[in-house]
């Protein structure tokens, strides 16, 4: 992997949409420490200055208080375009397993997964071998798929910690074609959005159209794409209604006027920025203002298209002919992205009466009023990873914090299991709603092994009460046929999934099944006699 050059993280808040509202906010700050200096100058013995120290003070910590949220979590994203590959042998080095301090979310968008029909068809009915990869990497260690969505050769799968998913709410998927006039998905895109304690975030991978003089049309595409997609609510129910956005992908811009050889110099002598200019997706961002509102860390890593497979050599294709035109190798580019956006807060309504013709400001410039539930990104990495050869495309990836403060902090359902389980009794569980949610008997709660990789992923499961719905705080009892438990034991955890909610909103704590006599019985495990195995 590329060593990353010493410069400062890319940190972006929903407090703010500009840089003016942050310097507004340092000189306030400065303003109030400035007083309480003087304060403190002119001590004296009255009463008064006492109580003028301790107001000023109180006033600069209950500043600095409003701009610090109180949890920070770590968000690792990778995008490549896999060329219809089968996947590496071993992507821990891709995911980067031993960052500290520890990832919380995957999010993992793929393009041009193998979408031939018969292997398209098979992918439907049982998982793809990408995903599986992705799955039996990260299972083990705790991180469990919430959910995937797929439109042929685009792929978005979503990972989070266990102890993370009473909190991941109401999620739903949608994709949108572009491919032969929006009727093929082989470009397009697709995305998830859900509530992860409380904030709404979405995540968005693309596949926009190819080749070098179509960077008016992948623009068109991109802005299509945020327009058309939208999600069932009514209040906000498109991708940038979202506080946070994350769009990455194959977005396909390439660098303009330079030639191959002067673009392959300035990469084998370290001199990037020469290359920065010509970009054709930050060409556009002087142009296009919704392409402003997105941010992106510095390009400080070699450009991840197009190589030779199985190398780290740029293209040395030969020149082909097809009908009488002359082939040529591709010129390195940009073009796996990985962006963000910030919702940029509107301006209090007085203000926007005051100057109606002025839209685009009031669009984009930050709201005067505090966030009582702010949410700030650092991107602390942004880097591709040359080790891996299985396609012509270099995957990249991205470390983010996210800090925010939680709107809730407690599970819907609070599930236990109750007294010692084995296969050798029938097993009972409670569950307890605390909070009100559009339940449904169609939930259930499922047993899973401590290491499951997808809330499909149960041992066995039980329907909630189906006579009727329950009370707040009832304490409900449900049994578990002894024949339904894991003959071997182990440990395990239950999880209340909401059907309407698409998650699982209560997680009990881990607990062990004891081995079954039966296993005995049965051959499973050999039979100890006298402290001797038989």
């Given at each position: 992997m590329d060593p990353l050059p010493d410069s400062p993280r890319v940190r972006s808040d929903s407090t703010s949409?500009?840089?003016?509202?942050?310097?507004?906010?340092?000189?306030?700050?400065?303003?109030?420490?400035s007083q309480l200096m003087t304060c403190i100058e002119d001590l004296s013995s009255d009463d008064e200055a006492g109580e003028e120290v301790s107001r000023t003070l109180d006033e600069a910590f209950q500043l600095c208080g409003r701009f610090i949220p109180t949890d920070a979590f770590r968000l690792h994203v990778v995008t490549w375009n896999v060329a219809t590959a089968e996947p590496p042998e071993d992507v821990t080095a891709l995911l980067q397993l031993d960052v500290q301090p520890p990832t919380d979310l995957y999010v993992i968008g793929l393009q041009e997964v193998s979408a031939a029909p018969v292997k398209f068809i098979s992918d439907l009915i049982v998982e793809d071998s990408w995903s599986h990869l992705f799955m039996d990497t990260l299972a083990p260690l705790g991180f469990v798929k919430v959910t995937s969505v797929r439109m042929q050769g685009l792929l978005l799968l979503i990972f989070a910690k266990q102890m993370h998913l009473p909190y991941i709410r109401n999620i739903q998927t949608t994709y949108t074609r572009t491919g032969i006039f929006g009727y093929w998905g082989n470009k397009g895109g697709v995305s998830v959005r859900f509530s992860?304690?409380?904030?709404?975030?979405?995540?968005?991978?693309?596949?926009?159209?190819?080749?070098?003089?179509?960077?008016?049309?992948?623009?068109?595409?991109?802005?299509?794409?945020?327009?058309?997609?939208?999600?069932?609510?009514?209040?906000?129910?498109?991708i940038l209604d979202r506080k946070v956005v994350f769009c990455f992908g194959d977005l396909n811009f390439r660098i303009e006027d330079h030639g191959l050889h002067f673009i392959r110099s300035s990469i084998n002598s370290g001199r990037l920025n020469l290359l920065w200019s010509k970009d054709q997706l930050t060409m556009m961002k002087k142009k296009e203002p919704f392409l402003q509102e997105f941010e992106e860390g510095p390009l400080n890593f070699k450009p991840t298209y197009k190589f030779d497979r199985k190398s780290d050599t740029y293209d040395t294709s030969a020149p082909k002919t097809w009908l009488g035109f002359n082939g040529k190798k591709r010129k390195p580019a940009w073009t796996d992205r990985i962006l963000w956006r910030i919702k940029p807060k509107s301006l209090p309504l007085e203000e926007e009466n005051d100057d109606d013709d002025d839209d685009e400001k009031a669009s984009t410039s930050a709201d005067s009023g505090q966030d009582e539930y702010p949410i700030l990104v650092t991107q602390n990495q942004y880097t591709s990873d040359m080790r891996y050869g299985v396609s012509d495309h270099k995957p990249v990836t991205a470390n983010f914090t996210l800090e925010l403060r939680k709107y809730f902090d407690t599970p819907l359902v609070h599930v236990a299991p109750v007294g010692v389980w084995s296969a050798d009794d029938n097993a009972l569980l409670t569950?307890?709603?605390?909070?009100?949610?559009?339940?449904?008997?169609?939930d259930w709660i499922g047993l899973y092994k401590v290491g499951f990789k997808s809330p499909s992923d149960y041992e066995t499961f039980v329907w909630v009460r189906e006579n009727e719905l329950p009370e707040m705080n009832e304490v409900i009892q449900k049994s578990v046929d002894k024949d339904e438990i894991p003959l071997l034991g182990g440990e395990y955890v239950l999880g209340y999934y909401s059907t309407n909610m698409q998650s699982i909103i209560g997680l009990s704590a881990n607990f062990q099944i004891l081995e079954s006599k039966r296993a005995v019985m049965e051959g499973l495990v050999p039979e100890d006699i006298n402290g001797i195995n038989k």
């Open positions: 949409s500009s840089t003016s509202q942050s310097s507004r906010s340092k000189t306030l700050l400065r303003q109030r420490l992860f304690y409380g904030h709404m975030v979405c995540f968005l991978n693309c596949h926009l159209a190819a080749h070098m003089h179509n960077a008016l049309q992948r623009v068109d595409e991109f802005e299509y794409i945020l327009e058309e997609q939208d999600f069932d609510i009514f209040d906000t129910p498109h569950y307890v709603i605390q909070e009100d949610f559009m339940s449904s008997t169609w």
